[in-house]
């Protein structure tokens, strides 16, 4: 007998099967709470980790969302992502404000299937891989994705919003570690 699908789960299943892609959900004994934790659980390098990061600003209407998916090497450089989305108060959403307008607990928030409408903002370093791992509405669940498709899905505005190195690249791009070196896991 099949066992249930999680609630949270199905809700990313169903916001994907909206756009006619379906998903493979991979579930783990283990958490995959952080990127470190999902990149251990699916045998990739931490930049394949799509982390799925919740911010707020105050709006006329009550506080605005934006959901920015950045490479789990990389961090999110408030004032870029405030600048993109045209939102000057933008700051990181609480664990409480994140649960409550997305529906899901933080370490499980994928990029699609929130509870109320979301701006998505994806930086373009996720493009540069093959596929990519995303939570998938649980901290212990995940799904792989081509980055085009994932763009797709979370309807997402693709914009450099990671943290800048000193050499002008990104934390997790190639152009920021030595040659032949894989991503640092920080």
Same mark, same amino acid.
Request: net charge negative; aromatic share 4%; glycine share 10%.
């Given at each position: ?6 609630? #949270?789960?199905?809700? %990313?299943?169903?916001?994907? +099967? =909206?756009?006619?892609? @379906? /998903?493979?959900? !991979? ?10 934790? #999902?990149?251990?659980? %699916?045998?990739?390098?931490? +930049? =394949?980790?799509?982390? @799925? /990061?919740?911010? !707020?600003?105050?709006?006329?209407a009550g506080p605005e969302l934006v959901v920015a998916l950045v490479s789990g090497a990389d961090r999110v450089d408030v004032g870029r992502l405030a600048a993109v989305v045209g939102l000057p108060g933008l700051r990181r959403a609480t664990a409480q404000e994140a649960h409550e307008s997305t529906g899901f607990v933080i370490g499980g928030i994928p ?76």
């Amino acid at each position: 007998m099949p066992s249930a699908v999680h609630p #949270a789960h199905q809700r %990313v299943l169903d916001a994907a +099967g =909206r756009k006619a892609v @379906s /998903l493979e959900i !991979v579930v783990f004994d283990q958490s995959t709470h952080t990127a470190e934790e #999902a990149a251990r659980a %699916v045998g990739a390098e931490l +930049g =394949r980790i799509v982390k @799925s /990061l919740v911010f !707020v600003a105050p709006g006329e209407a009550g506080p605005e969302l934006v959901v920015a998916l950045v490479s789990g090497a990389d961090r999110v450089d408030v004032g870029r992502l405030a600048a993109v989305v045209g939102l000057p108060g933008l700051r990181r959403a609480t664990a409480q404000e994140a649960h409550e307008s997305t529906g899901f607990v933080i370490g499980g928030i994928p990029p699609i299937g929130h509870r109320r409408p979301v701006r998505v903002v994806m930086d373009p370093d996720l493009g540069r891989f093959p596929s990519v791992w995303a939570a998938a509405g649980t901290p212990d669940a995940v799904f792989e994705v081509p980055p085009g498709t994932l763009r797709v899905l979370a309807n997402a505005t693709v914009a450099p919003i990671a943290v800048e190195r000193h050499d002008g690249s990104t934390a997790g791009s190639a152009a920021a570690r030595p040659a032949g070196t894989a991503p640092a896991e920080t």
